[in-house]
């Protein structure tokens, strides 16, 4: 093949049920590659560490040398289309890109209250722009937020809002590391990021040094590591049902005083998460961004 080729790609839709039978027969046929999508825009939020959640309904998508032969393929799939749940499956041609330009270019500059920026690298950060703002590197990916999602945004404008000069900050379910690179930036004197996928450790390392921090200041642990000294702000953006159950941990991590920021949640759960973090945790405060919430408090 020629270094600026086309490539074939079939594009399957069925139910989770049957995903197995329809990638066997792909990789038969000499699929390069296999990727899942969602087909009725239901989030899978939050899977453990090697855990496999798909979606009830999916679109599956193979990719092909162009030169394959995929009618054997191709009827397999008819033959198979009511016992596999098949809705649709369609045979295209893509040309050769630069893949990288491809999949940032929908990717912007975004705001998050009134000073933080969040700059995907495919931008330079403006040399006239305000001094008092503050700007972040850090590109969109698959596996941990990037400010996008509601959830990330209300913390980052939290964070945005309130003055972090010198505190001591936890990020606890620190994903991508945003939270915590946001927060160095705008102030704070430490943070203790934690997660308990490794991969997120490494994903946090590799943006503080993105954003020419210092080293120590972001120190990265799985959760059995991490210092249990108590902080003046604990940020926690993850679900409900592991907030609920963290309680102890979380509470233990704040200082009397300290401030408590959680996301992750949606508004049907707010009275349960309040209901128990009151007994450890006061003046609670509730905002809500497309049907997400964030809630603060301040510890007894």
């Not at 027969?25 to 560490?49: C, F, H, N, R, Y």
């Not at 609670?284 to 809630?295: A, E, N, P, Q, Y």
């Amino acid at each position: 093949m020629s270094e600026e080729s086309s490539w074939l790609q079939l594009v399957c839709q069925t139910t989770k049920k049957h995903h197995q039978a329809i990638e066997d027969a792909m990789e038969s046929a000499g699929s390069l590659s296999i990727t899942w999508q969602d087909a009725k825009d239901t989030p899978v939020l939050e899977p453990l560490p090697g855990e496999q959640l798909l979606w009830d309904d999916m679109i599956i998508t193979a990719l092909f040398y162009e030169d394959t032969d995929l009618n054997a393929l191709s009827d397999t799939l008819d033959r198979n289309k009511s016992a596999w749940d098949i809705q649709d499956f369609h045979i295209e041609t893509l040309e050769d890109q630069d893949w990288e330009r491809v999949w940032m270019k929908d990717f912007h500059p975004i705001r998050f209250g009134e000073k933080l920026w969040i700059y995907p690298s495919n931008y330079e950060i403006p040399k006239d722009n305000p001094d008092d703002h503050t700007y972040i590197h850090l590109d969109p990916g698959l596996a941990f937020g990037t400010g996008t999602h509601p959830t990330t945004a209300l913390c980052l404008e939290w964070l945005d809002q309130n003055p972090l000069k010198g505190l001591s900050v936890v990020d606890y379910g620190c994903g991508s590391g945003i939270l915590a690179v946001a927060a160095i930036k705008l102030g704070a004197s430490h943070i203790n990021a934690t997660d308990i996928d490794p991969q997120a450790l490494i994903a946090t390392k590799d943006n503080m040094l993105r954003n020419k921090l210092e080293v120590k200041s972001i120190s990265c642990y799985l959760p059995e590591a991490c210092p249990k000294y108590e902080h003046d702000l604990v940020l926690a953006n993850i679900l409900c049902g592991p907030l609920i159950e963290l309680f102890p941990v979380i509470s233990s991590l704040t200082r009397s005083g300290g401030t408590l920021v959680l996301s992750g949640l949606l508004e049907e759960q707010q009275s349960d998460l309040i209901k128990t973090y009151s007994a450890a945790f006061s003046d609670f405060d509730v905002k809500t961004l497309d049907g997400w919430i964030r809630i603060s408090a301040t510890k007894l």
